[in-house]
């Protein structure tokens, strides 16, 4: 996934809009119209979320007869999440450092207090 693509993506994903429409399309593809209803913002403004998350890839929509459907596109969502695993490795072993010093430091106030 090259620099230009993760910002896009991250940019799409920084709005909270577009993140409860991936949340929808996450459980089943739903079409525009059943999308659009579950927000309280204009038709159009649903439409240009969809499209940001189309160009960067997160979802596809996909003509079933007369009706447009959205699906959420996994791999990207996976990309994202691969990009995000060295920090949150770096982050888990910081906290567990921080959890060891803090057990000893607890232990060792229990022993000075006899």
Same mark, same amino acid.
């Not at 920084?14 to 993140?19: F, G, K, V, Y």
């Not at 929509?61 to 691969?82: M, N, P, T």
């Given at each position: ?15 909270? &809009? ?15 119209? &059943? ?35 959205? /699906? ?6 996976? /990309? ?11 982050? /888990? ?22």
């Amino acid at each position: 996934m090259a620099l230009q693509a993760r910002r896009d993506v991250f940019q799409a994903i920084a709005d909270p &809009t577009r993140r409860d429409i991936l949340n929808l399309i996450s459980k089943k593809s739903l079409n525009l119209n &059943t999308i659009a209803e579950q927000f309280d913002v204009s038709r159009p403004a649903i439409s240009q979320h969809i499209k940001i998350l189309t160009e960067c890839g997160l979802i596809i929509i996909k003509d079933q007869g007369r009706e447009r459907y959205c /699906e959420i596109q996994v791999k990207k969502l996976a /990309e994202v999440a691969d990009w995000l695993e060295p920090f949150r490795k770096q982050w /888990e072993h910081r906290f567990d450092k921080l959890d060891t010093l803090l057990v000893k430091m607890q232990s060792t106030k229990k022993h000075k207090k006899r």
